[in-house]
């Protein structure tokens, strides 16, 4: 499993009800090549996160990936302060429903405009321009952030808009 494998599955979650995936506009949507959507694909089949029909994400197994296997398998890696787009306690998400520890904001590096703060690397380089385009991408990837950063009470508090974002047909 890759880590642009997440987003993937994400996306696929979120398509709404009755409309096929391309792997073009998936492609185009996540920031990443269309060999590497097809390559995901093949690993989420694989990972039986996903069935044959390409289309059709097992959704609670998913979940249960996302919470108690992917956090291991993508630590988070905080590197230096720098600029970047707001993640886990820092988005408007959760800053008015959690405290950072000690007042850290937490930015994905590599962005240019944004909040300055000890950097997460994310979790594949173009994944914050996917997020800006995708605002339920974004709430996704800040729950996932939270989980792999965050203290018990908070990692709850993610695990609830993880399921809220993946469970929900639109």
Known sequence: ???????????????????KANQTDLARVLCISQSEVSDGLRRLIEAKLLLEDKQTINRKSFIEYMVYGARYHFPADPGKPRMGIPTAHSTPIYSQKILSSFGVVWPWEDFKNGVLGCTIVP????????????????????AFDLIRIGNDEEKILAIEVLEKQLLLKV
């Open 123 to 142: 979790l594949y380089p173009k994944l914050p321009q996917a997020c800006i385009n995708d605002l339920s991408l974004y709430a996704i990837f800040a």
């Open 1 to 19: 499993m890759r880590a642009h494998d997440l987003a993937l599955a994400a996306k696929l979650c979120r398509l709404p009800k009755g409309s």
